[in-house]
């Protein structure tokens, strides 16, 4: 069985690394999405609640689609799931820059590691976590970008508080 490992912080899921997933699956009959831990250790309900909200947002690609937290090392998380393809999405030149510093960096520890670099579907080329959670700390509706269940848990996090 062919599989590819996803890294990302995934904070949260959009549509746009759905989309990714989706079209990934065209290439290997597995996705491993691996959300990792930030080096400055972030607590572990933050991971188990985005590794939640993936599941919940890949659902629809049923066991095609295995969601893992992981820290440490990537390549080694990769080679833990029996592979050595990494997937990642390009949308901007900035991507691209940080895409390759990361790649080369992994192939220095790893040189049998083998990276599938994707560009973004055009219609979100312009999303990111980052915008996502901008526009719901301050009200804004993210439904047309995400998940029900991730609109649903931003307007939980962002809400009025009672
Ligand atoms: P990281 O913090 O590791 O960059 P992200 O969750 O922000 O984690 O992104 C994970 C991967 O998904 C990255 O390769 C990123 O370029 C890609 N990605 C994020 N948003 C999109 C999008 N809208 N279209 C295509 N790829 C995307």
Known sequence: MSKVVYPGSFNPITHGHANLVERALYLFDQVIVGIGTSVDKEP?????ERIDLCRLALGEFGDRVVVKGFNGLLVNFVRSNNTRFILRGLR???DYDYEFQMLEMNRHLDPEIEYVLLPTASQWSFLS????????????????????????HLAKLYGPKN
Do not use: K, Q
């Open 44 to 48: 572990d309900e933050y991971l188990s």
């Open 92 to 94: 901007t030149l900035t």
């Open 129 to 152: 976590s980052t915008r996502v959670r901008e526009i719901a700390s301050l009200g804004g509706d993210v439904t047309a970008f995400v998940h029900p269940a991730v609109a649903a």
